[in-house]
């Protein structure tokens, strides 16, 4: 009784009746655990083994000068970060968007700085005229066949200020994208404008918006829309986790876009095939950059490489994404690195950028925890406490008819995708393959490819104007207009804009396949530049004329270019590239040739500035 008593005063405890003593813990010199344990005790029961095991956790870790974080709290039991579990795709819808705000803002970007020149009220191809013309085909009214032809909200507005209407979406689609980009949270509201405003300029965009990326864009975007909540405005929406319908809808958006990518390759230029294509590709893509100038000259044996490497992740590795969670990985990993590749070895807009965004979704919490700063609070850990409530069955319940109303908008979205997928499908079967086009004129579900044939030689248009009364007089002199990105100058260095996007410098390289006859908006073009059309030149990145009388004579002359070779004569006097002329591309022009021309087509008549 005696000894039972000191060991009482000793540990300096007192007992409720039928309790045994637990022992003292105290923080020893160091942050340690000590203990003051009486020299005998009984065996421990098992309300014992809680206490000694805590004990033996805590001698383990008595050189930590920090205390153990408790389960819960980003960390596990023993004291190491806590790791996501794979399965859930909370932080990967917040990459999503970002990802996919970004491109956005880019495209808005593009629209704000050069609608106005090339489907303003005095732009090179007006959309008002194009409107006109969709509405006299279907009756000379606003019908549901003309808004169904050409899906725009611009039907609804006022025409007489187009310019401002344009300016109005684009600035409205750069708001709301930069929010999105920021704060790394949308609703479907959100996402629902940002598809419709950009919908309503390709509609209405004609041939400068008639890229594949256009569609991919809408296509991606219109995915985006179900990623969210209807009205919450929350990085992480607890009531609203991502869909997997979703997540799938993305996987099968880029397993087309790569495998309509390798297939029109493979069926359309022999290049392709006998490994040769990477040859010219380089030289001939539409705004080579200075990476571009380097790699032309590669060895060949690396282009073969790079033709085989082509090859494999376009025709073999989509199909990564069905074969299980790690080679979905692999699959989303490759792909995003292919992308950046092609980003650094060209300008081709935000194509690449854009093809990222749903290589994402083969990517779950546990792949992109690492991106994601740990600690208390951040998104890290609240998806942590989200995974653990899910598995300890914790969660809030979500009310029945929110979960019935979310599962009916998954389940038809994925059964509108299914059923417009049939004849993408089929034309990827099809020996007769097209590619970057469109069976509906939403564009929710498209047809992709890109290079399905490469050019071996590179030819441009090349601008010029002269204040000579006498074009045809030998002495008259004429002056390049230089482009932003397009080649002209021979010494002017590649440049390099990606994600950015010069329309009229792509159109010019179409052009110079074709015929001036065949792309009425260049004669549009020359008519401005005989007049010094300011909102025109801001296209342009220089004007000879600029500060002088407009020229009386303005001509297209065509020209072959080729690079230079690194370190050879041509690159010691300062060029890039070396050209040699072909001929006329269209003859010498003056206003009062035009006249007609432009009284014939409604375009306003340009007046000198």
Not at 197 to 223: A, C, D, K, P, R
Request: with cysteine; net charge positive; hydrophobic share 45%.
């Amino acid at each position: 009784m005696r000894r039972g008593l000191a060991e009482r005063a000793a540990t300096g405890q007192e007992l409720a009746p039928g309790r045994q003593a637990w022992p003292q813990v105290w923080a020893g010199p160091r942050g340690g655990a000590g203990l003051a344990a009486p020299r005998r005790m009984r065996r421990a029961g098992p309300a014992m083994a809680a206490p000694r095991e805590s004990l033996r956790r805590r001698k383990a870790g008595a050189g930590d000068p920090e205390p153990e974080a408790p389960p819960g709290q980003g960390r596990d039991l023993k004291g190491r970060p806590a790791r996501l579990r794979a399965g859930t795709f909370w932080l990967t819808r917040i990459v999503l968007l970002r990802a996919l705000a970004f491109v956005y803002f880019v495209a808005f970007l593009v629209a704000f700085h050069q609608n106005k020149q090339l489907i303003g009220d005095r732009g090179l191809l007006p959309c008002r005229a194009y409107l006109q013309s969709v509405q006299r085909h279907f009756g000379g009214r606003v019908s549901w066949d003309a808004l169904s032809y050409a899906p725009t909200i611009l039907w609804l507005l006022d025409w007489s200020h187009m310019d401002a209407n344009l300016d109005a979406l684009a600035l409205l689609g750069l708001g709301i994208s930069s929010f999105i980009l920021v704060s790394g949270c949308a609703n479907m509201v959100l996402m629902a404008a940002l598809w419709v405003l950009y919908m309503s300029l390709v509609n209405v965009g004609q041939i400068w918006y008639s890229f594949g990326w256009e569609s991919q864009l809408l296509e991606t975007g219109f995915l985006g829309i179900f990623l969210c909540p209807l009205w919450t405005l929350s990085a992480l929406p607890r009531g609203t986790p991502t869909s997997w319908v979703v997540m799938w809808g993305f996987r099968w958006l880029i397993f087309r876009i790569m495998l309509g990518a390798g297939l029109i390759k493979i069926r359309g230029d022999r290049c392709w095939r006998d490994l040769t294509c990477m040859d010219f590709h380089y030289e001939t893509q539409p705004v080579p950059n200075p990476v571009a100038y380097f790699l032309h000259r590669s060895p060949w044996w690396f282009h073969r490489f790079e033709t085989l490497s082509n090859h494999f992740l376009e025709l073999v590795v989509p199909f990564f994404i069905f074969l299980g969670r790690r080679m979905c990985i692999v699959h989303g990993a490759l792909q995003v690195l292919f992308q950046v590749v092609l980003i650094i070895s060209g300008n081709l807009s935000f194509l690449n950028w854009l093809t990222i965004v749903p290589s994402l979704a083969c990517f779950d919490d546990a792949t992109l925890g690492g991106l994601f700063p740990s600690g208390p609070g951040r998104l890290k850990d609240q998806v942590l406490k989200i995974q653990e409530e899910e598995t300890r069955g914790a969660r809030a319940p979500r009310t029945r008819a929110g979960s019935v109303a979310r599962g009916t908008v998954n389940l038809a979205l994925g059964i509108l995708v299914a059923w417009l997928s049939i004849p993408v499908v089929l034309n990827l079967l099809s020996p007769r393959q097209v590619m970057n086009s469109s069976f509906n004129p939403l564009r929710i579900v498209n047809t992709y490819g890109a290079f399905g044939s490469i050019t071996r030689e590179r030819t441009e248009v090349i601008l010029q104007g002269t204040a000579s009364a006498n074009a045809s007089a030998p002495d008259s002199a004429w002056e390049d207009y230089e482009f932003k990105c397009k080649p002209g100058d021979p010494r002017r260095r590649p440049c390099l804009i990606s994600p950015y996007h010069h329309r009229l410098d792509w159109l010019m390289w179409f052009a110079a396949f074709q015929t001036y006859e065949h792309n009425e908006w260049i004669i549009h073009l020359a008519g401005k530049l005989l007049a010094n059309d300011a909102q025109a030149l801001s296209l342009l990145a220089r004007n000879p004329f600029e500060g002088r009388d407009p020229p009386r004579w303005v001509r297209g002359e065509h020209y072959r270019y080729k690079f230079s070779r690194p370190g050879g004569r041509h690159a010691a006097e300062g060029k890039w590239w070396i050209r040699r002329r072909l001929g006329p591309y269209f003859p010498p022009l003056s206003r009062q040739d035009l006249r007609g021309y432009f009284t014939s087509r409604q375009w306003p008549y340009p007046e000198p500035e």
